[in-house]
């Protein structure tokens, strides 16, 4: 069920609840936090049923890159990872999330360990894995 209410002067906050996971946001006008909260539930509701849109790892890696990054102190270096991650591993990059398995990340680490130390890997692979962990990319999104 969504919820819209009124924050200060010109501000609006939707919140949606379905199957005890909650999300809101704040618009500018009640019709831009109504139109958000309906497409949230949806997804939501299509999550519920295992239905995900078909966003591809460079679509979560940008998105990440834009909207996470900037929060932490190495934006700059997580930034250029995920570009060179994206440059230099298309084939996986530009697969659907949900069609990315084990041994496609097995390749990706076998093919960078040639080329670099484990403890770069390392670090790679902790923010891919951040990546997948995060919300938009756990939970699908529209845009």
């Not at 909260?37 to 295992?50: C, F, M, S, T, V």
């Not at 700059?76 to 398995?101: G, H, W, Y």
Request: charged share 35%; glycine share 2%.
């Amino acid at each position: 069920m969504a919820y819209i209410r009124k924050l200060g002067k010109d501000r609006w906050r939707a919140q949606v609840e379905r199957a005890g996971v909650r999300r809101s946001a704040v618009r500018e006008t009640r019709r831009a936090a109504e139109d958000w909260a309906a497409r949230e539930e949806a997804a939501l509701l299509d999550a519920k049923r295992g239905v995900y849109p078909a966003n591809t790892l460079r679509d979560a890696m940008e998105k990440y890159a834009r909207e996470v990054s900037p929060t932490k102190r190495r934006e700059r270096n997580e930034s250029n990872r995920l570009t060179a991650f994206c440059r230099d591993f298309p084939q996986i990059a530009d697969k659907v999330i949900s069609d990315i398995r084990t041994p496609d990340l097995a390749r990706w680490r076998d093919a960078r360990l040639a080329k670099v130390t484990p403890a770069s890997v390392e670090r790679d692979l902790r923010l891919i894995s951040h990546v997948f962990a995060t919300p938009p990319c756990a939970a699908g999104w529209h845009h």
